[in-house]
């Protein structure tokens, strides 16, 4: 499946999303409350993630997105994004076989020219030796904002001509090939654990016309249950793409 515009025609719907996008937040208000350091929130934020993969997968559902780190992550206290990042290379070491196993299909979107030599080959590793599973595709945007994904678009297509050597065609359909996530249908579902209720520069083309759900359980406590509340709210709403009420 590809990316098809939800501004250009009105795409698929069924009562289970074929895509869901994840903001994984509030791992360090875990730690903080149970008077720990906010790291021990983050190791325990990978149990969730393990759980919310199985739980997708175990569903249908086609295409996982998890907002791991943003462009703006680097704002953090330096000792926590060094934990940040040796956390991501020792879970790409441990679950690749897993997803491998489990016929899911590992990607890695956003700027990974500011992770270190370490951590970068283990991301290609990964993608590769997953890259013939067709269960489910998750996706782990790290260093990722919307904003930087729509400038690298911009800037693909500036650098494109057509046949006749004229500037490349600017529409949708071409911009939208050229965004990190082309490969996937735009989000059905969008979900924000911690309570916060912004979107923060995650998938900002992406979530035009996407069901937005805000849960107040921080990201460690986020469960099968807490998974299927949010597709229950999902199953209930109506999407009409701009059409009138049925």
């Not at 290379?89 to 270190?116: H, P, Q």
């Not at 590793?125 to 998750?138: G, I, P, Q, V």
């Not at 050229?178 to 490969?183: C, E, Q, S, T, V």
């Not at 309570?195 to 460690?220: H, K, V």
Request: aromatic share 10%; hydrophobic share 45%.
């Amino acid at each position: 499946m590809s990316y098809i515009s939800s501004t250009v025609r009105v795409p698929d719907v069924g009562a289970m999303p074929q895509h869901i996008a994840i903001i994984m937040d509030g791992n360090g208000r875990w730690a903080t409350q149970r008077k720990l350091p906010r790291m021990a929130g983050h190791t325990k934020g990978v149990d969730a993630v393990r759980a919310t993969v199985e739980g997708c997968a175990k569903r249908g559902i086609g295409y996982l997105t998890l907002f791991a780190f943003s462009s703006e992550n680097w704002r953090r206290p330096r000792d926590e994004v060094s934990f940040l990042m040796r956390l991501f290379a020792s879970v790409l070491e441990r679950e690749t076989a897993r997803l491998d196993k489990n016929g899911i299909r590992l990607r890695v979107v956003g700027d990974l020219s500011m992770f270190d030599a370490g951590l970068q080959p283990l991301i290609q590793r990964a993608e590769a030796k997953t890259a013939h599973n067709s269960r489910m595709t998750l996706t782990i945007a790290a260093n990722y904002g919307g904003r930087w994904d729509i400038l690298q678009a911009v800037r693909q297509l500036v650098g494109q001509t057509a046949a006749d050597g004229r500037p490349a065609l600017v529409d949708e359909a071409s911009f939208a090939q050229n965004l990190a996530l082309a490969y996937a249908p735009e989000p059905d579902l969008f979900i924000r654990t911690g309570g916060e209720r912004r979107i923060s520069n995650f998938l900002l083309w992406q979530l035009a016309y996407t069901e937005l759900y805000f849960t107040d359980i921080f990201w460690p406590d986020f469960d099968d249950a807490a998974l299927e509340a949010a597709l229950s709210s999902y199953r209930g709403r109506e999407r009409r793409f701009g059409r009138a009420s049925a």
